[in-house]
């Protein structure tokens, strides 16, 4: 179950008329994903995407602050966020207070995620928890990911790889 903080519901109408902005801006290979509190706006299919995310950022940039709302560039997206103090950080805090948890990790690869490896470290030096920032390598890792993780391993099938050993290593501590 999804709980979205009365704080970013309020501006739904934004994002809304964000959308409505942005549709006539659209060209082949880039599309708007709705994620109802944020919005992603992808591009990794035009053609010369780099030079497609420096023409376009001043246009995307402009529509947020025209509705309130902040911009973050990721990895062949831009993000269209509330301008409000949550993010992936702030929610990993919350769900690691909320469950009382001791420990916990925190699986990314973009630089959306970096805010979470942030607080992974931050929450472990009180030790409030022992929690991990693990990075995923891939060719196209924006460097802050590598920079702010604790570890890195590489791909998704390294992900599985360690999921799977954590799950056998979990069972077999338990018997």
Known sequence: QVVVAPEIAAYRPQLESA????????IDGM???DKKTTLSIHYRHVDQPTKFAQ???PTIEQIAEQHGLKTFAG???????PDVAINKG???EHLITSHQLDAAMYIGD???DVDAFIMAKQLRNAKKCYSLAIGVESEDMPRPVADNA???ISGVSDVEEFLSWLLRAASASST
């Open 75 to 81: 990895r062949m997206i831009f993000e269209i966020r």
């Open 19 to 26: 959308i409505a902005d942005l549709q006539s801006h659209l």
């Open 90 to 92: 702030t929610a990993f």
């Open 150 to 152: 604790d570890i890195m």
């Open 31 to 33: 599309w708007i994903e």
């Open 110 to 112: 973009d630089t959306t």
């Open 55 to 57: 023409t376009f950022k």
